[in-house]
């Protein structure tokens, strides 16, 4: 059977780690309680949270005890960023996240048998810390000098950094020494983004109660241009349905560059090395039928959203192309697909056609554009070309009453809703 590590850094889910001997050893020799923390800046998670959550996740499948930490004191101050000061929320708005986050991250794990995940929250152990003590107890074993190299510390020091997020590793530090200490946890792993952080807790119990931990890091995942996976031009892809539709989730992996997409398989699926090489080679041979991204959305959209959401996006995504029924779509995929495709509003009372349609959608500069490629047959609504470009978008035109989807040639498809 394959180790854990050897998996892991097979899929390219290792940056950094803390002597890899050791570690090997220790995960080796028996179950080993270790945890990931995720602060509640947001309402939700993203992409890149799910990287880490999923990492937990194999772990636990290999044997290995998960503690899920949300930061109900962290995410009260949120980690320092180069691009400057946070705006803090107020506790009331954290507390809500929390329970949101804690109800998400525990869809992923198991919290049943010898290996059950356990949800932690930072609040309990910080929430009665007197200053005092803070300062006695963890405050005295950071030296100022080491806290200043940090290098999202050294690149605010001109432009500012107020004391409550320089601090903020001092805290980070203390959950691990606190989760070693009442759960035996001996390794947390986190983003390479968070490598400053983790080791600084590494060092914190090695100076406080002498004791020897571990740290692991996954890498930062890029696109092909080197910047940040997990962005799209309507912005961050969450895990929360209610901010990103499973539709625009999965769209958001349909769209994943050839370059990375065996890459994402790797690291985002469950799905065998083996059979992901056999991917790498169909896609290599026939980019064109994009197998590797259709298996990737199918994949990590079932993982968060479900098997039948899934489906539902992928039938979506052919049905607006014409290679589906457009009758068969849920309401709500539906609506959600042809938002993401910039569907425009129309009024009802107006009466629109299916030029003002084209407009309103963007498909055509102008009502005479749109006159233009209905004559010439290249209209279409709900997948049925269209010959008269005055025909009224209302009754049988209309699915659920209330969107048409239009399309131009075979590939400039967007929609209406009419109300």
Request: glycine share 10%; with cysteine.
């Amino acid at each position: 059977m394959t180790h854990v590590l050897d998996d892991l850094d097979a899929r390219g889910l290792i940056a950094h780690s803390t002597d890899r001997d050791a570690l090997r050893a220790e995960l080796s020799a028996g179950p080993v309680t270790y945890y990931v923390g995720f602060d509640p800046t947001a309402p939700s998670l993203h992409i890149g949270n799910l990287l880490q959550i999923l990492t937990a996740r194999r772990l636990q499948l290999a044997g290995h005890k998960p503690l899920l930490l949300v930061g109900g004191s962290t995410g009260l101050i949120g980690d320092p960023k180069e691009a400057g000061e946070r705006i803090m929320n107020t506790k009331e708005t954290v507390g809500e996240w929390v329970e949101r986050i804690a109800s998400q991250v525990s869809r992923f794990v198991d919290f049943d048998g010898p290996t059950g995940a356990t949800l932690v929250n930072n609040l309990d152990w910080t929430a009665g810390l007197s200053t005092i003590d803070f300062l006695r107890d963890i405050g005295k074993h950071f030296p100022v000098n080491r806290m200043l190299a940090r290098d999202v510390v050294s690149s605010r020091l001109e432009s500012g950094i107020s004391y409550t997020e320089f601090s903020y590793v001092l805290l980070q530090s203390m959950d691990y020494l606190e989760l070693y200490r009442r759960h035996g946890c001996v390794l947390q792993t986190g983003g390479s983004d968070q490598w400053g952080n983790i080791t600084a807790g590494v060092e914190l119990i090695r100076r406080a109660d002498a004791g020897k931990v571990h740290a692991l890091a996954t890498p930062l995942i890029t696109k092909a241009d080197g910047t940040k996976f997990g962005k799209t031009e309507s912005g961050t892809v969450w895990l929360d349905p209610d901010l990103t539709s499973p539709y625009a989730f999965y769209q958001s992996w349909i769209q994943a560059e050839d370059s990375k997409v065996v890459e994402y398989l790797r690291q985002f699926t469950f799905i065998p090395l083996e059979e992901i090489a056999v991917l790498e080679a169909e896609h290599a041979e026939k980019p064109g039928l994009r197998l590797a991204q259709r298996r990737l959305a199918a994949e990590v959209t079932t993982i968060v959203h479900g098997a039948d959401e899934a489906a539902a996006a992928e039938l979506a995504a052919g049905a607006l192309f014409g290679r589906g029924e457009l009758g068969e779509l849920p309401e709500p995929t539906l609506a959600a697909a042809l938002r993401e495709a910039g569907a425009a509003d129309l009024s009802a009372a107006d009466r629109p056609t299916i030029v003002d349609a084209l407009v309103a959608s963007g498909l055509a500069d102008s009502k005479s554009a749109a006159r233009r490629a209905v004559a010439d047959g290249g209209a279409y609504v709900n997948n049925v070309r269209v010959t008269d470009p005055d025909q009224v978008l209302e009754g049988d035109l209309l699915l659920y009453s209330t969107w048409a989807v239009v399309r131009k040639g075979k590939r400039s498809v967007s929609g209406v809703r009419i109300s």
